[in-house]
């Protein structure tokens, strides 16, 4: 796949955004079955650049993603506790 499009995972996760050679690439928003989100930016299908997650209440939290990974926080006052993002995205 290449360009905008939506991706749906068996177990009820979405992608919708950008790809580039079948990977999630650019600008894209995943949403979790719970109700998370997470909004921002995607390198060969992995989070990567700035990007905001939601909490199902609608808490936000800016941060920096590197290779899939969140390095920092960029913002707010949630504590790193409330996020667990590294057991919920895969790569495909």
């Known amino acids: ?8 995972y068996p177990d009820e996760r979405t992608y919708k ?4 050679n079948d990977k999630r690439d650019g600008f894209g928003e ?3 079955p719970d109700g998370r ?4 930016w995607w ?15 609608g ?9 899939g990974k969140r390095s920092r926080w960029i913002d707010g ?8 993002m590294a057991s919920v995205i895969s790569r495909h």
Do not use: A, C
């Not at 955004?17 to 580039?20: M, P, V």
């Not at 390198?43 to 209440?57: A, M």
């Not at 504590?79 to 667990?84: E, G, K, R, W």
């Open 30 to 32: 995943f949403f979790y």
């Open 77 to 84: 006052t949630m504590t790193n506790s409330s996020f667990h």
């Open 37 to 40: 989100i997470f909004k921002g």
């Open 59 to 67: 808490k936000e939290r800016n941060g920096i993603w590197e290779n």
């Open 17 to 20: 955004g950008e790809f580039k």
């Open 1 to 8: 796949m290449h360009g905008d499009g939506t991706l749906y």
């Open 43 to 57: 390198k060969e299908g992995v989070q990567h650049g700035e990007g905001t997650f939601v909490l199902p209440s």
